[in-house]
């Protein structure tokens, strides 16, 4: 019963985009929304809404960070109605709104801190890339 729950999980993660609901995915596999939502809960630790939420939110953080796309566009482009849903579910997991994420992450990367994860030394970066490839 278990692993139902974790292929809903897989389900929400793959299509957050499109209009999901929590009946239509109960539905889907035969269960109650009441029944779906806590046994999400209790299996995943997140209520329907909230894994979507997160998807959603996720994939926002990407976008934000790797395209020029305006946060409108970006939480059309997710599946949340308006750019004020976004920020407000997108607070809820980065404790900033997209805006500040993005501009926090644009100092990290061009401002005075370096890049994001710190300074990578070439060399020890190679040596364990190519043990890696050669299986060690």
Do not use: C
């Not at 809903?8 to 793959?14: L, P, Q």
């Not at 809404?49 to 305006?70: D, N, P, W």
Request: charged share 30%.
């Amino acid at each position: 019963a278990m692993k139902r729950y974790y292929h809903v999980a897989d389900e929400i993660y793959r299509r957050f985009q499109s209009d999901l609901t929590l009946a239509g995915l109960a539905s889907e596999i035969y269960v109650s929304p009441s029944h779906l939502s806590r046994s999400l809960k209790s299996t995943v630790g997140l209520t329907f809404s909230e894994m979507l939420s997160l998807a959603r939110s996720e994939e926002a953080e990407r976008l934000l960070f790797t395209t020029e796309k305006t946060v409108d566009e970006i939480a059309n482009q997710v599946g949340f109605a308006n750019r004020k849903h976004l920020a407000i579910n997108f607070k809820k997991w980065y404790k900033k709104t997209p805006t500040d994420f993005r501009l926090a992450v644009r100092k990290d990367q061009f401002g005075t801190q370096g890049p994001v994860f710190g300074k990578i030394d070439e060399n020890k970066a190679k040596k364990a890339l190519e043990g890696w490839l050669d299986g060690k």
